[in-house]
């Protein structure tokens, strides 16, 4: 396979979190005393990998340094859905009640949210403060503050919704719905419906919403694939498109924005559009995609199948196929840490965590859990965009 050092190993070099016996000292603070202070562990969190159980009310925590289970947090329910907020240092979790799960991870004691509607789907805001908890099939949003745990604003009588995210520093959401001609816009601060953006040719399908890590832009994806919108959020109007296959996406835009991938399953191929790029490239893939990560400041590509039950790994320097992974077991969704090292991929049948080194594309090291996995969460994590 492919290494990638040089320039890509000193810019990761100067990013280098701190050192090994100050993280282990945090830890020490962290699990054996209730009233840590947040800040503290606020300054660390991302470099842990938080892995919530799919089967208890338990999510064992593991520090990227040694890559070990190094704690378990407990919360009072098995969750359907778990978010980090990196700037809180606060979990949310949700079984899909009407009712949020909060902890504060430095310490303190367990709460619960009640909610105006059922919590089907959780998005948390870009600046990890705010968070969206969504009721698809009935049109219904409450926007949760994470400095107070309280709901801030209930938004009702939406059409059944596809997908939400938030934009312009997290002051507008926007959404796909059916049957809307476009893509809607809601003030976060009033709850009010406030435009829509026209896509015009593309149609009314649009099932899925990604943001870019400028923040800036967004693609707006059709249900069953085809052409993409790509949207200015400052200008509110669609201002490009990118020509798609059937079936093809949910396209992902790597960490720093300049890479984007769309797997296109029923060609088994992966499409590879870069600013270095003249033209997009397409490369082999998979027909059934579980999970599509990028590492190594972009350099390296990961697309996991669970149908093949292989880690297909992609340079996306000189785009190409570079490798395989076979993965002892069906891969679950993963997380790469925040300077691009190293994907924690879980696993199920039986519970593991691989870790995949960015910069060899190896396996370095497999963590057995004690349950089947929900995902693993990288609080603030690489290319988290959405």
């Not at 709901?151 to 938030?166: E, H, N, S, W, Y």
Request: proline content about 6%; aromatic content about 4%.
């Amino acid at each position: 396979m492919t290494r990638h050092d040089g320039s890509h190993a000193a810019r990761l070099g100067r990013a280098m979190r701190t050192p090994l016996l100050a993280a282990l000292a945090l830890l020490i603070t962290l699990f054996a005393s209730p009233a840590a202070p947040a800040w503290l562990v606020a300054a660390y969190i991302q470099g842990y990998v938080f892995v919530p159980s799919a089967e208890t009310p338990a999510i064992s925590v593991i520090d990227t340094d040694t890559d070990r289970i190094v704690g378990t947090l407990h919360i009072d329910i098995v969750p359907r859905q778990v978010e980090v907020s990196r700037e809180l240092a606060k979990l949310v979790a949700t079984d899909g009640r009407a009712a949020l799960s909060v902890l504060n991870v430095s310490g303190g004691a367990l709460k619960e949210i009640v909610l105006p509607n059922l919590a089907q789907r959780l998005v948390l805001g870009s600046r990890g403060r705010i968070l969206a908890a969504i009721d698809l099939a009935a049109g219904a949003i409450a926007l949760v503050d994470l400095d107070t745990d309280r709901v801030r604003t209930k938004i009702a009588g939406l059409p059944p919704l596809r997908d939400v995210m938030f934009a312009n520093q997290d002051t507008l959401i926007f959404y796909a719905a059916e049957g809307l001609a476009g893509i809607g816009m809601i003030d976060v601060m009033s709850g009010e419906h406030v435009g829509e953006i026209v896509l015009g040719a593309i149609g009314t399908e649009i099932a899925t919403l990604t943001r870019t890590p400028s923040d800036r832009q967004a693609l707006a994806q059709p249900q069953g694939g085809g052409t993409i919108a790509v949207l200015d959020l400052e200008r509110r109007q669609a201002i490009d498109h990118i020509e798609a296959g059937p079936g093809a996406g949910p396209a992902v835009p790597s960490g720093t924005g300049r890479v984007l991938l769309i797997p296109e399953p029923s060609r088994q191929a992966l499409v590879v559009r870069s600013e270095r790029l003249v033209q997009p490239v397409r490369l082999r893939g998979a027909s059934v995609v579980t999970g599509i990560y990028t590492a190594w400041l972009d350099s390296v590509g990961f697309v996991a199948s669970a149908a093949l039950h292989r880690l297909l790994v992609y340079d996306l320097d000189r785009p190409s196929l570079s490798g395989e992974i076979t993965l002892p077991g069906t891969p679950l969704r993963g997380a790469v840490t925040s300077d691009s090292r190293k994907l924690y991929l879980p696993l199920m049948d039986p519970p593991k965590l691989m870790v995949v080194d960015g910069q060899s594309q190896r396996v370095v090291a497999t963590i057995a859990l004690p349950s089947t996995p929900l995902a693993a969460i990288v609080a603030g994590g690489w290319g988290v965009c959405h």
